[in-house]
């Protein structure tokens, strides 16, 4: 603290406190920068890694998107990432963030965010996918902009449940229920993808709406991504299994307290536009069986 000795006593408490919290903030900084956790995989240079590490943007144009993917592969765990998602008149193009594993039976937790036309709000389309199959689609309106700021979405997962967060929110809940029959994401390790693309043919007003490409290049915007998670590796590694670490991570056993079930009553009583648990049109021979065992779905 030598830059503190030739002030006013008031003045140097005031430095000092600045020195400090700006020292912190560089040292979590350090600590986070996105390029030590994931590797830009496709999109000709449309992804890039800005600021030493501390930024990553894709952008979309009328030739391609861009994606990224985690470097390790996680077994349970909770993941985030503030993003800052495609500004103006974003009809037609999709950012994704989401777990996944390979193979035709994979393993997928998804968020993705569905373009608008300027001033119409984004739709954020969430869905879950155990051994190849999905279709367990919920929709949400989001209650700000993620347009003007950095958010934060999380996925929690665990033995029991997934959890959908935004801003340490929950929004939705998916149930273990391999007891009943209901297949669970359990035993494939996943990696951490995102992408941005063109949609156009489905992802705005359904289709309707079409890609403008004169305000291309589109871009979204990342940071701070976090994975309190057990990191994977293949037999015959010891790491391979997971179940032996999870009793030290707060995750492991996660649920909804009564101030979660307050707040995920809350965003869903007012901002899910689409559950797929309520689509009798959908399912006339009768509801998915999660769907009549579950809140929150």
Same mark, same amino acid.
């Given at each position: ?99 996944? %594993? @390979? !193979?035709?039976? +994979?393993? $997928?937790?998804? /968020? ?7 001033? #119409?709000?984004? &739709? ?5 996918? %155990? @051994? !190849?199959?999905? +279709?367990? $689609?919920?929709? /949400? ?7 003007? #700021?950095?958010? &934060? ?145």
């Amino acid at each position: 603290m030598s830059g503190c000795k030739l002030v006013s006593a008031e003045t140097k408490v005031v430095l000092c406190v600045l020195v400090m919290i700006s020292s912190l903030m560089a040292a979590a900084s350090a600590g986070n920068l996105i390029n030590k956790e994931v590797d830009i995989t496709w999109g000709d240079n449309r992804g890039k890694i800005l600021g030493g590490g501390q930024l990553l943007t894709l952008s979309l144009d009328k030739y391609s998107g861009s994606g990224f993917q985690s470097k390790q592969q996680y077994l349970f765990g909770r993941v985030d990432m503030q993003i800052k998602l495609v500004a103006g008149d974003s009809a037609g193009t999709v950012t994704t963030y989401y777990l996944s %594993s @390979q !193979g035709p039976e +994979h393993d $997928e937790i998804d /968020f993705e965010f569905l373009g608008n036309s300027s001033g #119409n709000p984004y &739709t954020l389309h969430t869905n879950v996918y %155990s @051994q !190849g199959k999905g +279709h367990r $689609e919920v929709q /949400f309106r989001l209650w700000f902009d993620p347009t003007k #700021n950095f958010h &934060t979405y999380s996925i929690l997962w665990n033995q029991n449940r997934i959890i959908f967060l935004v801003d340490n929110i929950p929004i939705r809940v998916y149930n273990n229920l391999e007891s009943h029959g209901v297949a669970f994401p359990s035993n494939q390790p996943m990696r951490i993808y995102s992408s941005l693309w063109n949609a156009d043919d489905w992802a705005t007003r359904g289709g309707l709406v079409k890609t403008d490409w004169t305000q291309a290049p589109f871009t979204a915007s990342y940071r701070n991504f976090k994975a309190d998670a057990c990191i994977w590796s293949p037999p015959p590694s010891s790491s391979s299994s997971c179940s032996s670490k999870l009793q030290d991570k707060s995750w492991s056993n996660q649920g909804l307290d009564a101030s979660g079930r307050n707040r995920i009553r809350w965003v869903q009583s007012k901002y899910m536009v689409y559950n797929y648990c309520t689509d009798l049109k959908r399912f006339p021979q009768g509801l998915p069986l999660e769907c009549r065992r579950s809140r929150f779905l």
